[in-house]
């Protein structure tokens, strides 16, 4: 759909210079999501993986995430491979909807109602990022952090638009449960893509 340099502006690699590849597709739904023009992969025209990697390699930064629409849509075997062989890291974002597939320096699963977790995401995420959109979603992300592998970093992230709301709530669940950590979305903050 898109590539464009930035910063990361969330989870365990925020404040990087980082390359992202929004794939176009995905069938997850989210009702807050800030890309739905992401969710109908017939609307963005096909790039060859050379071409990808061509444009990546224009930037100084040598991080790459894969985000979407849902990236696991796609068999990313040649993606990442690619892009290794330039000397990229390679990071992906992703609902966990789908097999896995691909080689990551960096797996940021962040789950979603709207679609269950496919198992083969639990032993190989390396972060657990929760969208906290209402109160119920701590027990959701406790669900989660209960199936993830236990090195597996664990990230409560307000919803943009009700971060008014949630935050005060993440930040006194995050004082009785500490192996949680805040993920805030800066790159919002800082109005960058």
Known sequence: MEA???????????GRA??????GGCDVGCVWCDVKESWDASLHPQISIEEIVSQALTFPGRLTVIT?????????DHLTESL?????????ETS??????????WI?????????????IFTKAHELKVIVYNKSDFKFAEEY?????????????????KSAQ???????YIKTNPQWRISLQTHKYMDIP
């Not at 464009?4 to 925020?14: K, V």
């Open 166 to 172: 949630m935050l005060p709530l993440i930040i006194e």
């Open 18 to 23: 980082a390359y992202f590849i929004r794939l």
């Open 145 to 161: 952090a209960s199936k993830v592998n236990s090195s597996c970093q664990l990230f409560l992230q307000p919803e943009w638009s």
């Open 108 to 120: 940021c699963f962040s789950p979603k109602k709207f679609k269950p977790a496919h198992p083969s």
């Open 96 to 105: 966990g909807a789908y097999p896995v597939s691909g080689h990551w320096d």
């Open 68 to 76: 979407g629409g849902e990236p696991l849509m796609y068999n990313l």
């Open 84 to 92: 290794r062989k330039a000397g990229f890291q390679t990071n992906i």
């Open 4 to 14: 464009f340099y930035t910063i990361q502006g969330e989870g365990f690699h925020q």
